[in-house]
């Protein structure tokens, strides 16, 4: 009898986990997120320049089109409207046309901000904790990381000398120009500045690089201690409804 009391316990256990496991898969935010974390994984990590861009560039048009999915039917005029120009920049040659690429720069800024306030907007208006959203925060703090990252890149080639970053650092890891919406070692400022890590190998030297590094240091914890605050007041109050 115990036997075959735990056997359907384990049946059920396996039968829910596969449940959520599809919910997962099936979530607004789900193929947007896994993109973010490959992106982030691969375009920092792989030592060959070329093969580095290549991705960089896939990995951001791919994040371009999900974007497209995730944001629903009501936005979606709006969402492509915005994410078109930044995609086809990626693809075109614009060195030699200095103003195209600050402009192409501006604009996927502008569609990423876009993009996170979506998504934010969305997880903060759920009405009870589920997978999804908790997959929707962590896809919103990715997306604050690569967003502020791209505003660094729009700086940087506005004005070239706005970041320092350690020679040591460029030599280990083999980064450099070109600065491109998705550009490694500025995504990797980023999200170290967004956690508040503060290693001092890439170091603001303008006004305006401080400025920008101070807000988005304040964005991440703000981020973090609001969405807590809010996702345990959407689980306290379903307990106190039943």
């Known amino acids: 009898m115990r036997r075959h009391t735990g056997g359907h ?3 059920w256990w396996r039968s829910r986990t596969a449940a959520t496991a599809v919910r997962v898969l099936q ?4 193929g947007l ?11 920092t990590n792989v030592g060959q320049k070329h093969i580095r861009e290549l991705l960089g560039s ?7 089109l999900f974007a497209i999915r995730t944001v629903g039917p009501r936005l979606r005029i709006v969402t492509v409207t915005l994410a078109l120009p930044p995609l086809i920049g990626l693809w ?3 060195s030699d046309w200095p103003v195209l690429h600050v402009v192409v720069l501006a604009l996927a800024s502008c569609f990423l901000a876009f993009l996170t306030l979506v998504i934010v907007h969305a997880v903060f208006r759920d009405q009870a904790v589920t997978a999804d959203t908790i997959v929707g925060a ?8 690569v967003t502020w990252g791209t505003f660094y890149a729009l700086l940087v080639s506005v004005s070239p000398g706005a970041l320092s970053i350690s020679p040591a650092l460029v030599s280990a890891a083999g980064w450099g120009f070109p600065i491109a919406p998705f550009t490694p070692f500025l995504q990797y400022y980023s999200f170290s500045t967004l956690a508040t890590l503060g290693y001092g190998d890439v170091t603001p ?6 400025s920008l590094s101070v807000l988005e240091g304040l964005t991440g914890q703000l981020y973090l201690a609001v969405l807590i605050a809010r996702l345990v007041g959407m689980h306290a109050a379903r307990h106190g409804r039943e």
């Not at 997120?33 to 375009?43: D, R």
């Not at 896939?58 to 371009?64: A, E, M, N, Q």
């Not at 030297?205 to 401080?210: H, V």
């Open 92 to 94: 075109i040659p614009l």
């Open 9 to 11: 316990i384990r049946d």
């Open 138 to 145: 962590v896809c919103g703090y990715f997306l604050l990381g």
């Open 27 to 30: 979530g607004r935010f789900t």
């Open 33 to 43: 997120t896994i993109v973010l974390l490959i992106l982030s994984f691969f375009a």
């Open 205 to 210: 030297l303008t006004s305006g690089a401080r």
């Open 58 to 64: 896939l990995g951001f048009s791919v994040l371009l």
